[in-house]
């Protein structure tokens, strides 16, 4: 059996700042009991192999109809959940697809979980570690992209190539860009995590590392015998006049209903899955000063389900890879130049009754030495591959400036 190891002091709990998807009455009360970590190039599934993690210490994850039941308390206190992320290369594994460009941030497990129990009396948690330097106020050197605006759109052009030829019908493109830091990176990687729409606003860290999200999209949801995704396509500012124009836009509406298809049939290839149904469709929501086009798409539980079929099915998220899936990762990774890390993953909450776990689209990482964040976008035929540089630069803005404010 996978027990993990048991949790030491790098989990001190940041004020305010939970684990993505964790419940908001728990803040403050966890205590981190064991962790696991599987690289890219260890032995074994992952998806089964934190599954079976997360069974032996409790958690209800072989039969997830049994999300919401009373569990056997953990140790003193009652086990609460545990916090789950689970990169885009792993994703990739689980999916049987190809893993692209090696990752930026290698200190980052690809698959990593912490158990937590309720502690009323306070103890260390998940949190923000990474190397404070005594808490000396944080500056950031200039950012490094990993490619230029003309490169970033010679690969579009690229990808709309590949559509041309038939291989696929959408693929996401996605850059990197990271800067030295010195001091302390906990306050603003909790900025990232308070912006405005971040659904999963959060930080989730470990030894030398840390990641924070502002993501609005959910992955995967399971709660109330349901399963839940809500994919993400489609975005312009958060003007009036964006608003309009992103409702009347055809080809943000068919690139997004190929996303919800797709979503559709992830779903519907999940045992002890009912009728899958879309309960809606382009709706539009706001995130840090922009619209994006949101749908949701939903089945009943109707037999046993567990987690590693669930990772397996879902993972890495459609809305980020494209169509057919297998195909856009095989286009992803000859485009990539490099690794997308901690982005287009997942992140959140395993609880005894219910998984949330989030995209990690607006996500950053600091590795010790250097901060990290990605940005992209869907390619169809009709990209223009001005108008997707220029995307990707209003999603990576906000993190850049939450990073970037009171830095010497």
């Given at each position: 059996?996978?027990?993990?190891?048991t949790?030491?002091?790098?989990?001190?709990?940041?004020?305010?700042?939970p684990?993505p998807?964790?419940?908001?009455?728990?803040?403050?009360?966890?205590?981190?009991?064991?962790?696991?970590?599987?690289?890219?190039?260890?032995?074994?599934?992952?998806?089964?192999?934190?599954?079976?993690?997360?069974?032996?210490?409790?958690?209800?994850?072989?039969?997830?109809?049994?999300?919401?039941?009373?569990?056997?308390?953990?140790?003193?206190?009652?086990?609460?959940?545990?916090?789950?992320?689970?990169?885009?290369?792993?994703?990739?594994?689980?999916?049987?697809?190809?893993?692209?460009?090696?990752?930026?941030?290698?200190?980052?497990?690809?698959?990593?979980?912490?158990?937590?129990?309720?502690?009323?009396?306070?103890?260390?948690?998940?949190?923000?570690?990474?190397?404070?330097?005594?808490?000396?106020?944080?500056?950031?050197?200039?950012?490094?992209?990993?490619?230029?605006?003309?490169?970033?759109?010679?690969?579009?052009?690229?990808?709309?190539?590949?559509?041309?030829r038939?291989?696929?019908?959408?693929?996401n493109?996605?850059?990197?860009?990271?800067?030295?830091y010195?001091?302390?990176?906990?306050?603003?990687?909790?900025?990232?995590?308070?912006?405005?729409?971040?659904?999963?606003?959060?930080?989730?860290?470990?030894?030398?590392?840390?990641?924070?999200?502002?993501?609005?999209?959910?992955?995967?949801?399971?709660?109330?015998?349901?399963?839940?995704?809500?994919?993400?396509?489609?975005?312009?500012?958060?003007t009036?006049?964006?608003?309009?124009?992103?409702?009347?836009?055809?080809?943000?509406?068919?690139?997004h209903?190929?996303?919800?298809?797709?979503?559709r049939?992830?779903?519907?290839?999940?045992?002890?899955?009912?009728?899958?149904?879309?309960?809606?469709?382009?709706?539009?929501?706001?995130?840090?000063?922009?619209w994006?086009?949101?749908?949701?798409?939903?089945?009943?539980?109707?037999?046993?389900?567990?987690?590693?079929?669930?990772?397996?099915?879902?993972?890495?998220?459609?809305?980020?890879?494209?169509?057919?899936?297998?195909?856009?990762?095989?286009?992803?990774?000859?485009?990539?130049?490099?690794?997308?890390?901690?982005?287009?993953?997942?992140?959140?909450?395993?609880?005894?009754?219910?998984?949330?776990?989030?995209?990690?689209?607006?996500?950053?990482?600091?590795?010790?030495e250097?901060?990290?964040?990605?940005?992209?976008?869907?390619?169809?035929?009709?990209?223009d591959?001005?108008?997707?540089?220029?995307?990707?630069?209003?999603?990576?803005?906000?993190?850049?400036?939450?990073?970037a404010?009171?830095?010497?």
């Amino acid at each position: 059996m996978v027990h993990g190891r048991t949790a030491v002091d790098h989990f001190p709990t940041p004020p305010h700042r939970p684990n993505p998807g964790a419940p908001a009455s728990c803040q403050g009360r966890h205590r981190a009991l064991c962790d696991f970590a599987w690289f890219r190039g260890d032995s074994g599934d992952p998806a089964e192999l934190v599954t079976e993690f997360l069974s032996a210490n409790g958690l209800p994850v072989r039969d997830l109809r049994r999300t919401g039941r009373q569990v056997r308390p953990f140790g003193p206190g009652g086990i609460c959940g545990a916090a789950l992320y689970v990169s885009p290369d792993a994703g990739s594994v689980m999916a049987g697809g190809p893993v692209g460009a090696p990752t930026p941030v290698p200190r980052i497990p690809d698959v990593y979980a912490v158990v937590f129990a309720h502690d009323d009396a306070g103890g260390p948690g998940a949190g923000v570690p990474v190397e404070r330097s005594g808490g000396t106020p944080l500056s950031v050197g200039p950012w490094r992209d990993s490619w230029t605006p003309a490169a970033h759109a010679a690969a579009v052009d690229r990808a709309r190539d590949a559509i041309a030829r038939g291989d696929v019908y959408q693929v996401n493109v996605v850059g990197h860009a990271s800067a030295p830091y010195t001091g302390d990176p906990g306050p603003a990687l909790g900025r990232v995590a308070a912006l405005a729409g971040a659904r999963y606003g959060g930080v989730l860290a470990g030894p030398g590392w840390a990641m924070a999200t502002a993501s609005p999209e959910t992955l995967v949801e399971v709660r109330g015998g349901r399963v839940i995704t809500r994919p993400i396509k489609g975005t312009r500012p958060a003007t009036a006049a964006g608003r309009r124009e992103l409702l009347a836009s055809a080809k943000e509406r068919a690139e997004h209903v190929m996303i919800v298809d797709l979503e559709r049939n992830d779903l519907a290839r999940l045992p002890g899955i009912g009728p899958v149904r879309v309960d809606e469709l382009f709706a539009v929501r706001h995130w840090s000063g922009l619209w994006q086009a949101e749908s949701v798409v939903s089945a009943p539980l109707t037999g046993p389900l567990d987690l590693a079929s669930l990772l397996r099915a879902v993972c890495p998220g459609g809305s980020v890879t494209g169509a057919p899936k297998l195909a856009a990762l095989a286009e992803i990774a000859r485009l990539e130049p490099v690794g997308r890390g901690v982005s287009m993953g997942a992140l959140g909450w395993v609880g005894t009754d219910r998984v949330d776990l989030g995209l990690t689209i607006r996500t950053v990482a600091a590795d010790g030495e250097r901060l990290h964040l990605w940005a992209g976008g869907g390619i169809t035929w009709d990209s223009d591959p001005a108008a997707e540089v220029a995307e990707a630069a209003a999603k990576a803005a906000p993190l850049r400036a939450a990073l970037a404010r009171g830095s010497g």
